[in-house]
């Protein structure tokens, strides 16, 4: 397969993204540190992610090759709009691999596929011990909360309440 080359938006006549997922500086470096169609090497993420450093009116910015290829090959993103790896895998950054959407779709994405992380969903206690038992749980927006905590903060405000009340009367 040959690799093809499309400007990116935004960075028009400056950077470029390649079918096999690369960046490329269209420009030669102002000092020579550089020749014209240099292939930047990106950095590697704790989260997966491959970026690179564009400089843009004397300004850089780092930014993630998927999205870069993502907006060569597919065009810009709408607002809210974020690059989505279609195999999960965040160092697959060939155009036939990601497609922009929603934080919500990305999401549902990488709860399908098993990679979705949670700081709390292993916790079998709350903050204050209490055990995440049946009884002892409700879920709001897909958290957990609770119930003893919930019973024990209302009390403690209904507590400040009466405080302020019978301060007042006086």
Known sequence: MTEEWKSIPGFEGLYEASSLGRIRSVLAHPKGRTPALHVLTPSLHANGYLNVGLRRNGRRKVIGVHRLVCAAFHGA???????????????????????????????QDAVE????????????????????????????????????????????????QNDTTNKEQS
């Open 77 to 107: 993103p709408a607002p809210g709009q974020e690059a989505r790896h279609r195999d999960n895998d965040p160092s697959n950054n060939v155009p036939s691999n990601l497609c922009w959407g929603t934080h919500a779709e990305n999401v």
């Open 113 to 160: 596929a098993g990679n979705h992380f949670s700081m709390n969903r292993d916790r079998t206690h709350c903050r204050r011990n209490h055990a995440f038992t049946e009884e002892n749980t409700y879920r709001n927006a897909g958290r957990r909360i609770c119930r003893t905590c919930s019973r024990d903060k209302a009390r403690r405000w209904r507590a400040s």
